[in-house]
Every structure is written in C-alpha cells, then in structure tokens.
T-cell receptor, first 113, second 116 residues
Framework: DVKVTQSSRYLVKRTGEKVFLECVQD?????MFWYRQDPGLGLRLIYF???????EKGDIPEGYSVSREKKERFSLILESASTNQTSMYLC????????????FGPGTRLTVT | AQKVTQAQTEISVVEKEDVTLDCVYE???????LFWYKQPPSGELVFLIR??????QNEISGRYSWNFQKSTSSFNFTITASQVVDSAVYFC?????????????FGPGTRLSVLP
C-alpha cells in the first residue's frame, strides 16, 4: 500500500514564526503536492513538484515556499506564519503522469495564534 | 479551463437507504480521467476509483457503483444500502491527460451523513 506520512497531525504556532511541514512518501512517486483545505473553499493547490529540486506554483503560493531535496520528501515552509494560514494542510503524491490518482497523507491541522 | 461541480453540498440519509452523489465536469480534452475520493472525519482522503474518458462502462465495487456518461459530462457515485461508516465528505476530481500539476481539479465536495 502507498503510504504518505506527514510530520504532525496538529501544530500550533505563533504569528511570525517559521513553520516547516514535512511529507514523506514510500512509493517512489515522482509527483508530490501540497494543498490546503478550508471550509467552503475545498482543496486548493499551493505547490507541486514533479522531480527532485523541481517545483511549480499552484493556485495559492503566496506566503509559502517548498523544498524537495530527495524524491521521497516534500517540505512546505511558511516563512512567517500569519493567522490567515490557519488551515488543514494535505500532502499527496502520485506517479509522474496526472492520469494517475493522488494518494494523500493524514493532514496537518495548523493553528497560527 | 476544466471544472468539477458537485451541486449537492450536504446530503442526509437514513441507514440502508441508497444515495447518489452527483458530479458534473467540464473539459475541452478528449482524453481525461475522473476520480472519486472519500474523506472520513479522520481527515485523510482515500482514493476510491479512477476512470478514463474512453471507458464508459459502469463499475460496481461492493455497495459502491459509478455511472459515467460522457453525453451529460457526469460521473455519479451511488452507495447502496448506506451505512453509518459511509458518513464522510466525497470529492470528485478531474485530470486532463498528460498534464503536470495544476490540472488535477477537485470538486467542492459533498458531505454525506448517514443516520442510524
């Protein structure tokens, strides 16, 4: 079975802090994704990566950056956390073609106070 | 641009009732893929099914069935004899072939509540 793990299920940070969300997949998938999920807004793509050290902006990249130094790991970075970044963050991975389904991690519920 | 619509925001049914979740999509591509995901209260999205645009055959998996109709651009999901464990948010998604990243589009989701 595909397994996507995220470093934390719940995280509380203060405004202005630098926040790292880590995601690891064990299926040798080329693609990895970061989404945020908010009530009434569905899933919105923040960034994705189709290869090591490659990244592409999604729909809402402002305030975020990403890092992919190894194929299995994709990190989301909030350079200076703000209260409007309080959300559920979901990581996903898939084979290189988008014809393939994405597999999701359990999510990280981030609260910025 | 591609788009996925799930007009039903919330549905409530009583256990053992059948329920159909609607999904309507828009795309200009002739080759595309459709997906359904389940998100239970625990939060993790679970992949349920993938269909490609060339295969309109309906699919059944246990109590789940999917009806794909290109003529109406719909990919509806039916749960037969619903159970409380089916309570979740269900997402329909669309991917155009041979695209990378941004062209995997999710619908807004339908929250299904199955009451005992």
């Amino acid at each position: 079975d595909v397994k996507v793990t995220q470093s934390s299920r719940y995280l509380v940070k203060r405004t202005g802090e630098k926040v790292f969300l880590e995601c690891v997949q064990d299926m040798d998938h080329e693609n990895m994704f970061w989404y945020r999920q908010d009530p009434g807004l569905g899933l919105r793509l923040i960034y994705f990566s189709y290869d090591v050290k490659m990244k592409e902006k999604g729909d809402i990249p402002e305030g975020y950056s990403v890092s992919r130094e190894k194929k299995e790991r994709f990190s989301l970075i909030l350079e200076s956390a703000s209260t409007n970044q309080t959300s559920m963050y979901l990581c996903a991975s898939s084979f290189y073609r988008l014809a393939y389904e994405q597999y999701f991690g359990p999510g990280t519920r981030l609260t910025v106070t | 641009a591609q788009k996925v619509t799930q007009a039903q925001t919330e549905i409530s049914v009583v256990e053992k009732e059948d329920v159909t979740l609607d999904c309507v999509y828009e795309t200009r591509d002739t080759t595309y893929y459709l997906f359904w995901y389940k998100q239970p209260p625990s939060g993790e999205l679970v992949f349920l099914i993938r269909r490609n645009s060339f295969d309109e055959q309906n699919e059944i998996s246990g109590r789940y069935s999917w009806n794909f109709q290109k003529s109406t651009s719909s990919f509806n999901f039916t749960i037969t004899a619903s159970q409380v464990v089916d309570s979740a948010v269900y997402f329909c998604a669309l991917s155009e072939a041979d695209n990378y990243g941004q062209n995997f589009v999710f619908g807004p989701g339908t929250r299904l509540s199955v009451l005992p």
